[in-house]
Structure formats: C-alpha cells, structure tokens
C-alpha cells in the first residue's frame, strides 16, 4: 500500500504562482511513477502531470506547471505558475507502479490517490 497526502492548495490571483506537495508512505516511493491529477465542478478528472522514468505534462499547463520529486524524502511536488482561473480544481496526486517507457494519462492506470487540495484561481 501507498498512502498519499497533498498540501499547498489555496486561493491565488490570476498570473500567479502555487507550489503544491504530495507526501508518500508505504512502500519504496522511488519504484512508483507519481502523477498529478485535477478535476473542477461538472467536469471530468484530468490528467495534469506524471514524473517516473521522464516527466510529462498534459496539453493546458504544458510550459506553466513544473513536476518534481525526492526519492530520499517520499515527496513530489508540482510548482505551478501563470496561473488561470480555468485551472481552479481540486488537485489529486496519484501513484502507480513504474512503467519504463509507460505514458499514463488515464485516471484508471494508478492505483493510489491522495484526498486533493483545492486550487481556486481568481480572475
């Protein structure tokens, strides 16, 4: 098992910047693939990032939003800046077991999840 918990959410203005974290526990953090997930009110979850064997983003942050992590301290982290108000969303981290060469985008490829923190982006 893999325990999941995300912090850093807040309100933040327009053009703005947040850094969100995700702590692991379990199971040897380094073997998984950590991956970013987001879902706003009336709308489907949506892929955001994932850091593994690469690092890969989805279409609406490429360039705005950068993944991290630390194998030593179980933490991962998305830096996220110019910040839009469509990018207010409740942001999940997720985790799965690592795929060489695997791009995962889909919800249901991780097997982990986290309980969110609320990103609210104001205009």
């Known amino acids: 098992q893999v325990q999941l918990v995300e912090s850093g959410g807040g309100l933040v203005q327009a053009g703005g910047s947040l850094r969100l974290s995700c702590v692991a526990s379990g199971r040897t953090f380094s073997r998984y693939e950590m991956a970013w997930f987001r879902q706003a009110p009336g709308k489907e979850r949506e892929f955001v990032a994932a850091?593994?064997?690469?690092?890969y983003y989805g279409d609406s942050v490429e360039g705005r939003f950068t993944s991290s992590r630390d194998n030593d301290k179980n933490t991962g982290d998305l830096q996220m800046s110019s910040l839009k108000p469509e990018d207010t969303a409740l942001y999940y981290c997720?985790?799965?077991?690592?795929?060489?060469?695997?791009?995962?985008?889909?919800?249901?490829?991780?097997?982990?999840w986290g309980q969110g923190t609320q990103v609210t982006v104001s205009s």
């Open positions: 850091i593994s064997w690469g690092t």
């Open positions: 997720a985790a799965a077991p690592q795929r060489i060469g695997v791009r995962r985008t889909n919800e249901v490829q991780y097997d982990y």
